[in-house]
DNA sequence: ATGAAAGCGCTAACAG
DNA sequence: CTGTTAGCGCTTTCAT
């Protein structure tokens, strides 16, 4: 009943240091003392096998921290479950320069980005991370430092080179590359204090509860008002859907609990502008009664009338070194714990 | 010095109707009559080759149309090629509602979404399919119907269903889905002489010559001038960039050329977006004197002020029922060339 | 309901 | 410079 299962490969041994080969279905049917196929089956097929095997493999399974080789199961079955989609254009989404500026890097190099969207959710971005950890990706690109404890877990486990990006962290789990998010959101408000605005109002993106960009936004705006010796107000703030119609929703919000707001810090370029929209529908006066910021400098920051200030972050470069960080790494260069600060920097226009 | 090579599972004859399976090494290695290992060294590290070899071997790759299985080559090289990202958000890219509704329904089955940007050119996205082609994915989506003569080749080679999505066609690759871009862009024009706007400019995509969608949609564009008597003049049409700044480029090219233009149609609505901003600029009254239209009816649309007209589109309608195709393709049903028109509405705002 | 054997198409390791 | 051998980790096919 038990498995011969040996590796004919000198793999090191299990106490060696270097690094473990991920586990196969053979460990996992050693453990169970199944076969190999059976293993197989209670993945695929689960109802082809007696419940008591099945629960003994799921938790073998459970134990090893196996995760399927999608790659063999590919070669065998003839069947990648990958769906190519060419497209024309990513431009203008605010993700769209990052993945441009990693592709002019990862082209050279053959490699392709398998694009996964979380929906700022980390419970989301965890099985994106178990489903993509399965097609043996050479490296993983997450977004900010916000992962579940199983995410973290699944990736060290993996030994998969990940980048963090967007934002800093202290305790990256492998590379990291991004900026200060608290303190991008401290500059702005500063500067709008600085330019006599004192009833300033924060509209920002829903999830600060879960998302390290949103709270450190939030926190860089509360820094600047106790630092400056502003009262935070509650009322002042309001938290709405990234997107144009989230931001004249949260003038709207902010108009009506009448606090007599003279400027608006918001959290993203696109929320500022809808800001913007709406006071241009009520006839309100911008920057003359009411100042407004955004965050990310996208194209239509320059372009809107009147222009809108913001801060400048270095989307295709973070996308970019990024890129160049992965393929350092996968050729073996730069083993070392890489952080990169990428900074930012404040793009005053007409809207302060 | 010949290879043994035959197939120890039992392929179809060469003369069966049945699909082939793609061609492999072996068969160029045949061809060529050199051993596998040779071929593999002549794709890889060609330097290590004598040229003469190496010559033959290409020949015979080029004759056959191999495409190398780059699954069986990650499986033994543990080397997917493949970086792994995941984003919060795709929001507000043109082609993000596609890939949202594209993605609900490919989730569910497991199947995941290889990105490639052509940047709109044919030549890219040839290169693009190649290289994706070697990952045996279970599908492609490709955008518009203007391809390469060796981009329908190697699909037709690979036997792989391909939909082709965002415009009509009368000789699809297999299948496709879209609307008419052609009707589209007349309906708006023809809505905006309904409106008794006679100069009517086009600020339109650079690219005519190359993109169908784009041609359509100038095409649709000259044929309501036509059919409804209006002289059609070159002063009116500017071609830009796909951005804000080029809406605004075009429209200072219209009013530079001194051309009374009462009315703007835009293949896009971020070009028209861009309209209106230099409009806004220059104290332009819209629609008093100017009226504006857009296609796509993304969410600056409705949120713009004043709001734009625009051509509503079905996009993530489009990517959920692509993928619903490509799904009916993979289970068997539906082999049938399949062509669905999901037609498209006019949105009257206030910019006519 | 479970297992054994065979091999997907390629590349690493080691000849020669 | 070229070839031989031995698998990568799965799933297919055929048994039991």
Redesign the interface.
Request: glycine share 8%; with cysteine; proline share 3%.
């Given at each position: 009943m038990s498995i011969s299962g040996k590796r004919h490969t000198k793999r090191g041994e299990p106490a060696e240091s270097a690094a473990r080969a991920p586990s196969r279905m053979a460990d996992v049917a050693r453990l169970a003392d199944v076969s190999i196929i059976t293993v197989s089956r209670v993945l695929r097929e689960p109802a082809r096998v007696a419940e008591t095997t099945r629960t003994r493999v799921l938790e073998a399974v459970r134990t090893i921290g196996y995760v399927p080789?999608l790659?063999?199961s590919?070669?065998k079955s003839?069947?990648?479950?990958?769906?190519?989609?060419?497209?024309?254009?990513?431009?203008?989404?605010?993700?769209?320069e990052?993945?441009?500026g990693?592709?002019s890097v990862?082209k050279s190099e053959?490699?392709?980005?398998?694009?996964?969207?979380?929906?700022?959710s980390p419970q989301e971005?965890e099985e994106?991370?178990a489903?993509?950890?399965a097609?043996?990706?050479?490296?993983?690109?997450?977004?900010?430092t916000t992962h579940t404890r199983n995410t973290r877990q699944m990736l060290d486990a993996a030994r998969v080179p990940v980048i963090e990006a967007g934002n800093l962290t202290v305790s990256p789990i492998d590379m990291s590359i991004g900026y200060s998010n608290r303190q991008a959101a401290y500059a702005m408000t500063h500067a709008l204090i600085g330019r006599g605005r004192r009833r300033i109002g924060y509209v920002g993106q829903i999830g600060r509860d879960v998302?390290d960009r949103v709270q450190d936004r939030y926190d860089g705006y509360r820094d600047a008002l106790g630092q400056n010796g502003i009262a935070f107000s509650a009322e002042l703030t309001a938290e709405v859907e990234?997107?144009?119609?989230g931001g004249?929703a949260g003038m709207t919000a902010l108009l009506d609990s009448g606090c007599d707001v003279d400027a608006v810090f918001c959290t993203s370029d696109?929320i500022a502008?809808?800001v913007l929209?709406e006071c241009?529908?009520r006839g309100i006066s911008v920057p003359k009664r009411i100042a407004i910021t955004g965050m990310d400098d996208q194209?239509?920051a320059?372009?809107?009338?009147p222009a809108l200030s913001t801060v400048k972050i270095p989307r295709y470069e973070m996308g970019r070194r990024a890129?160049e960080m992965?393929c350092a790494r996968?050729a073996g260069e730069a083993s070392g714990k890489n952080s990169i600060d990428l900074g930012f920097s404040l793009v005053l226009r007409e809207t302060t």
């Open positions: 080789n790659v063999a590919s070669l003839r069947r990648s479950g990958i769906v190519a989609a060419i497209i024309p254009s990513v431009a203008h989404s605010i993700v769209a990052v993945i441009r990693m592709n990862l053959g490699l392709h980005l398998l694009l996964g969207d979380s929906g700022f971005e994106l991370v489903a993509f950890l097609r043996r990706p050479d490296a993983i690109y997450l977004t900010g998302i990234l997107s144009y119609r004249a696109v502008v809808g929209f241009q529908r194209e239509i320059s372009q809107c009338v890129a992965i996968l």
